[in-house]
């Protein structure tokens, strides 16, 4: 077995406390950075549809492929966190998807790629960027105690947001009026970036050791309620995927949106989703109601996409901005939730454990992102955009089930 890095790094000890907001901030840059790629590139459905001339069945499958290689990849990456360390993993992911992006940029173009080569390269991404999650994860959990770890990881969850918002900001502009070479460029751009402040920053605390000999948590792939929890993120997950993949295309489609009020619309939710996940990290750190807080959730989200898909069926699409603003709602309200329950399931599996709970976490929610932009395309040819929605409300409803209710006093 290989022997962790916190045995072997000089530079542990002479970090402070103050240093855990630096190691946040590298967590959140590199989130954002694979985030920007994972919600952003489905952002640019439209133009990926037209200039590589796919079928919506193919745009599915090419969306999918980089979930797909994120669900693969996510289990090993985290063991291997758990295993060797935060930085070599990170380090190791961030700049090989740089790597991958660069080559995107030369040769999965719409002049010259086929659709085979698109969807390895997409798979490619997946496989590599799925390191940042559980690398991320444990060295929050390792460096915030309890008490305040709600609020760190919501702050590193809101990554995605961040980067979703950034991705919706700024891909589809570049699609439209440079291609996607520059699309992948700017997105190994950000992967570098993040890379270099993985290696000036993110080191072990210096009292990790100690943590991780003192606590004795059991095995998180034997742990039943660990599993609970993978699988309510994962189902919760499915109808947030419906909306990264293919709100762009129902907005163009049903709403008749441009690309301004498409990205638009597609930032406020990356935003509100931000600002949610903040604020309920920060509730559940004072009120310790995590369990709680996330079966709520559940509930407010499933009906979010009912009241979306009735708002549908109802004509709305002649009331473009109420539809836009109950699509956002529904987007925010599936998001919100995200940090809570990776800290409850970090704490469930322990620090030392952390990488492979949430690589677990992440295998469920990348199967998610890989199965979601395949089924939409067969229920939208057999039903209509109503159909869709509440088959994500209805989904949704199935976390309820899984996810476990508040401890008794």
Known sequence: MATPLVLKSKNAP????????????????????????AAGIPTTAVWMRSGYHLSNGELG??????????ALSELPWGVLTDRWGDRPVLLTGLLSTAAVLVA??????PSSATLGWLVFAMCALGLLGGS?????????????A???????????????????????ALLPWLASSHGFAAVFGAL?????????LAWRWLHEP???????????SAAPLTNALVWRVVLGIGILCVPQFAVLTFATVFLHDAGHFGVTAISATMGAIQLGAMAMRVWSGRHTDRHGNRRAYMRVSVIVASASFVVLAAATASGAAHAPVLLASIL????????????????ELATLAGTERAGTALGMANTAVYAGFFLTPLVIPQVLAAGSWTVVWLAAGVCASFALLLFPRPERP
């Not at 210096?206 to 004795?216: E, F, G, L």
């Open 328 to 343: 956002v709602f529904a987007g925010i309200c599936v998001s919100a939730w995200h940090g809570v329950a990776y800290t």
């Open 188 to 196: 190994a751009a950000m992967c570098a970036v993040s890379g270099a």
């Open 104 to 109: 995107m940029s030369f040769f999965a173009l």
């Open 146 to 168: 309890e008490g305040e770890r709600g609020l760190a990881m919501s702050i590193r969850q809101t990554a995605v947001p961040l980067g979703g918002g950034i991705g919706a």
């Open 61 to 70: 499958l090419v969306l999918g492929a980089l979930g797909l290689g994120v």
């Open 206 to 216: 210096p009292d990790a050791t100690h943590r991780a000999a003192a606590n004795k």
């Open 132 to 144: 940042v999650n559980g690398s991320s994860g444990r060295a929050v959990m390792a460096w915030f």
């Open 14 to 37: 002479a970090l402070g406390g103050g240093h855990r907001w630096k190691v946040l901030g590298v967590g959140v840059a590199a989130n954002a950075s694979f985030s920007a790629a």
